[in-house]
């Protein structure tokens, strides 16, 4: 018996990173998944290791949300959770970003997630789940990555009223708050199929060793397991909250 057997759950940019190591956890606990992703060749391949569904979705746009939905119900007859795991992040410091570049985060990851709570919520099941991708920087600052932290603020603030709002039908919306994970978002070697990604994770591993307590990156896999407990029946009574799996890093400075 798997933790959600039964389960229909679509889960954007699953592709790759968190979102591809949700996609394969959820369907070893026994869920129908909606590979969900613009980067339709990985997307496809994936779909097809896991007897899985693939659609193509841009999560900035409506019309692809209901395109997603509705091939959801068409293939599987229902649609039981969301994980809102889409995002994108861009360095720069906030007096030389341009407005462009904001607001292309804030469509990817904030108005995203909007779109995937109002598209989905409506036509999911009663006693469902959403879980959104928000950040450690959705609970606290970070320089130079203005655009990213102000999209995942946004993201606690709308897990929280989602919360309120859905209830009523039993429909529990959390949220996940990674710190540094070792996706190809902070380990660019993971788009260069000529680097050497196990040399590069172990360097970044160097750098976070001083800065996280338990002395290393994130795994995605890691955030997979959070995002199953929030999508199954361990979490039945939490809903509304932010769950922050970063490793240490925010519970303050050591001087020692």
């Known amino acids: 018996m798997g933790k959600l057997d039964g389960r229909v759950v679509l889960i954007t940019g699953a592709a790759r990173g968190q979102g591809e190591q949700e ?16 980067l339709e060749d990985q ?15 841009d999560v900035r746009e409506e019309a692809d949300w209901r ?12 649609v039981d959770g969301l994980v809102n795991n889409a995002g ?24 995203g997630c909007f779109l995937g709570i109002k598209s989905v919520a ?28 102000a999209t995942k603020h946004a993201i606690v603030g709308l897990t929280r009223v989602a919360a309120l709002e ?8 959390n949220a996940v708050c990674p710190g540094a994970i070792d996706t190809a978002m902070s380990n660019p ?8 990604v196990e040399e590069m994770s172990k360097a970044i591993d160097g750098l976070y060793r001083k800065l996280v307590p338990l002395g290393r990156i994130g795994r995605p896999e890691e955030v997979a397991r959070l995002a199953l407990f929030l ?10 909250q932010p769950f922050v799996i970063d490793g240490g890093w925010l519970a303050g400075v050591a001087v020692i």
């Open 122 to 149: 409506p036509a999911m099941a009663d006693g469902g789940t959403v879980v959104n991708t928000a950040s450690y920087t959705g609970v606290t600052g970070m320089a130079a990555v203005g655009a990213y932290a």
């Open 231 to 240: 999508t199954s029946d361990d979490s039945s009574y939490i809903t509304g």
């Open 67 to 78: 395109g997603a939905v509705a091939a959801a119900r068409d293939t599987y007859g229902r």
């Open 166 to 173: 859905l209830a009523p039908r039993r429909i529990r919306v």
């Open 23 to 38: 996609a394969r956890l959820f369907r070893e606990e026994g869920a129908e998944v909606v590979v969900a992703d613009v």
């Open 189 to 196: 070697a993971r788009m260069d199929p000529e680097a050497d």
């Open 43 to 57: 997307g496809r391949a994936l779909a097809e290791e896991l007897g899985a569904l693939y659609v193509r979705l």
């Open 88 to 111: 994108v992040l861009r360095f720069n410091t906030l007096v030389d970003t341009p407005l462009d570049e904001f607001m292309d985060v804030v469509r990817v990851n904030q108005v």
